[in-house]
């Protein structure tokens, strides 16, 4: 019965989580193209798959993995070792996000679109080792103790620079 209730607070998640790409979706189909898309209703199925298959989803990570991640991570604080806590937390964030079946298809989305300019295999590298670092960046500042808005504030002031130093069109 657990198990049920977990499920259903899961998928009432799943499809609040899926509400903004609706709107987004809504927006630009009935409001700036001002079309409704042929085989709309498919679409809706395919919402309504994704919402339960993302839910199913969760839930064997709450069953399956999470456990095994809580379980190892408190080994390696009682072990003392700060590095290996920090690399633990990059490895789950990089592995994690590498055996994500949504950037695989939107990875290799991206390369059919792009003409294979962007390859797939190097975007979900690059997703993934920035997941992995933005993890173990923030299992650093947790250790350390610095307010998250430090980090913040200098990820804004990062991008703005990275911005003045692309090429000109």
Do not use: C
């Not at 049920?4 to 009432?12: A, D, G, I, S, T």
């Not at 290996?84 to 290799?108: M, N, R, S």
């Amino acid at each position: 019965m657990q198990q049920w209730l977990l499920f259903l607070r899961l998928l009432k998640d799943a499809f609040r989580d899926l509400i903004p790409i609706i709107v987004v979706i809504l927006f630009f189909q009935l409001i700036v193209l001002q079309v409704v898309p042929p085989g709309w209703e498919q679409t809706v199925i395919g919402l309504l798959i994704v919402g339960v298959g993302l839910a199913v989803f969760l839930q064997g990570l709450e069953i399956g993995v999470f456990p095994v991640g809580e379980s190892l991570a408190e080994k390696f604080s009682k072990h003392g070792s700060k590095t290996l806590l920090i690399g633990f937390g990059f490895l789950i964030g990089y592995g994690t996000t590498i055996a994500e079946p949504a950037l695989l298809v939107i990875a290799d989305k991206a390369a059919s679109i792009s003409s294979g300019r962007i390859d797939s295999f190097w975007l979900r590298q690059v997703v993934a080792l920035s997941v992995g670092s933005a993890i173990a960046l923030g299992v650093f500042r947790i250790i350390v103790g610095h307010a998250i808005h430090f980090y913040i504030i200098a990820g804004y002031v990062l991008v703005a620079v990275l911005l003045f130093s692309l090429p000109k069109r």
